[in-house]
C-alpha cells in the first residue's frame, strides 16, 4: 500500500512539473506572443509572387488603380508598389519561419492580404510602412478595413500577435462599425476609358449606302444566314417571312 502511495504521489509531481506555469494567451484566436525569427529569412527566395498579381489586385478594386492607406487614385499601377499588409518579414517572424515552402509562396501572393500603396507609403523611410505590423504603423485611412484584414490574415495562416499589435488592432475594431474598403474622393478618380460608340447595322453592311442591307451584302460580311435576332435583319426583305434571310 505504501509503495503504491509513493507511486501516486511521483506520479502527481511529475504532471505538476512538467504542467506548463499558464495557459497560452489568445486574443481573437491569434496567440499573443513576442515575435520570433525561428528560421533565416530571404524574401527573394521564400515569398515569391509574380508581377502580375498587380493586375489581380486592380481587377479586385474594379478596375481602380487606387492606395487604400491614403485615399489617393493614380493614373497607372507603374506608379504604384503591391503590399502586403501583413509584410513578408512580419509573417514570417510571426511563424511562418516554420511553416513548408508551399505555404510561404501561397501567402505571398494571397490577394487578402495585397493591395496597392504610393512607393513612399510600402518602403522604408518616413511614415512609410516596412515591414512594421499594426502595432507599429497603421494607415491614415481606410484602418478598419486594414485592421480587418490583418486580423484575417493572421487567421488564415495561424500567425502570432504581440501585445502592441493586440491593443493597436482592438483599439481601430473598437471604433468601428463597417471594415470594407472606403473609397475616397471619386470626383477625383481618373476617367476609365470609354469604349467606342458601337456602329450600327447600316454602318457596319450597308456598303452602297441605300437603307437597306441586301444578301450580297451580308454574305460578303460574313453573316448570312441572317436570323430574326440578328440585328441586320430588320434591314432585309424575309420574302417569305420565315425569320430567316438569305438561306
Known amino acids: 500500500m505504501r509503495l503504491v502511495m509513493l507511486q501516486l504521489i511521483a506520479l ?11 495557459a497560452q494567451e489568445r486574443w481573437n484566436g491569434l496567440v499573443v506572443e513576442p515575435e520570433n525569427r525561428c528560421a533565416p529569412y530571404d524574401k527573394s527566395e521564400q515569398y515569391p509572387y509574380p508581377q502580375s498579381v498587380e493586375d489581380d489586385i486592380v481587377r479586385q478594386m474594379g478596375g481602380r488603380v487606387y492606395g487604400p492607406y491614403t485615399g489617393r487614385f493614380f493614373q497607372s499601377d507603374r506608379m504604384t508598389d503591391i503590399e502586403h499588409l501583413v509584410s ?14 508551399d505555404v510561404k509562396a501561397a501567402f ?32 491614415p485611412r481606410n484602418q478598419c478595413w486594414f485592421a480587418y484584414r490583418v486580423v484575417q490574415v493572421k487567421q488564415k495562416y495561424n500567425l502570432s ?8 488592432l482592438s483599439r481601430v475594431i473598437s471604433q468601428c462599425d463597417r471594415f470594407d ?30 437603307g437597306r442591307i441586301t444578301c450580297a451584302e451580308a454574305r460578303k460580311h460574313g453573316i448570312a444566314p441572317v436570323s430574326r435576332n440578328h440585328p441586320a435583319y430588320r434591314f432585309m426583305h424575309d420574302g417569305d417571312g420565315d425569320g430567316t434571310v438569305c438561306e
Not at 500577435?161 to 493597436?168: G, H, I, L, M
Request: hydrophobic share 30%; proline share 9%.
Open 161 to 168: 500577435v504581440d501585445r502592441n499589435e493586440v491593443q493597436a
Open 108 to 139: 505571398s501572393k494571397d490577394l487578402l492580404n495585397l493591395t496597392l500603396a504610393a512607393p513612399e507609403i510600402n518602403r522604408c523611410g518616413r511614415n512609410g510602412k516596412c515591414g512594421l505590423d499594426a502595432g507599429e504603423w497603421l494607415p
Open 181 to 210: 474598403m472606403v473609397i475616397y474622393n471619386t470626383e477625383n478618380e481618373p476617367q476609365k476609358r470609354q469604349p467606342p460608340p458601337q456602329s450600327t447595322p447600316l454602318q457596319r453592311y450597308d456598303d452602297n449606302g441605300n
Open 12 to 22: 502527481v509531481l511529475a504532471l505538476f512539473v512538467h504542467m506548463p506555469s499558464h
Open 88 to 101: 513578408s518579414s512580419e509573417g514570417h517572424d510571426s511563424g511562418l519561419c516554420a511553416a513548408p515552402a
